[in-house]
């Protein structure tokens, strides 16, 4: 008797605690679905972790004038580690995206990466996102090539994910109660403002609109 009293409270418990799925649809000022937006949602129940979490490690790779991915999502304190692909020397430089980047206050990290030798292994660097200003974007750029552009987006929330092909992310068994949700987009200078959702058991749906048309990125 004891034991399925307990197993019940166990389970109300959960069911209070893993509520509900929520799709976060992000639309651009014309209304097509914008991919690689990152999308963060901030529960008031802050003690619910995400079953699957964000990676510590991730991989940004300069290939053919680009850095791929062309944005990375990590949380807080991740390791990302840079390599060269192609065969002449890149640069890697840091300052904050969107409205900052045009009065960087802080040097940010910077780095060169020798150019990949045939049937040799790329050159890698690897650094940590643990000091004060790396939550939220990031810019990278290339001193070397100045057209080459990427982005790494530290979240400080376990809940963040990046926009699908179709504009979507989609979070599952967040916790109930009330939550704040942001959009990031790297040509929207300034960040969409936070909306406020109510998760609940019943499956949710949320559409955030942004004010640009992102530019179009070689492929």
Known sequence: MKNSLLSTALALGCASAWAGNLTVSVLDKEGKPVPDAVVVVVPANKTVRPKT???????????????IPAVTLVPVGAKVKFLNNDPWDHHVRSSPAGLGQFNATHAGFEMRLEGKSEGKPAKATEITLDKAGV?????LGCFIH???RGYIFASDSPWAAKTTADGQAVFEDLPDGSAQVKVWQADQLID???????VTATPGALTVQLSVVPRRRRT
Do not use: H, N
């Open 53 to 67: 979490v964000l990676p510590v490690q991730a991989s940004i790779t300069q290939e053919k004038m680009q850095f």
């Open 135 to 139: 939550t939220g974007a990031t810019l």
């Open 146 to 148: 100045g057209s080459m």
């Open 192 to 198: 969409a403002a936070a909306q406020t959702y109510s």
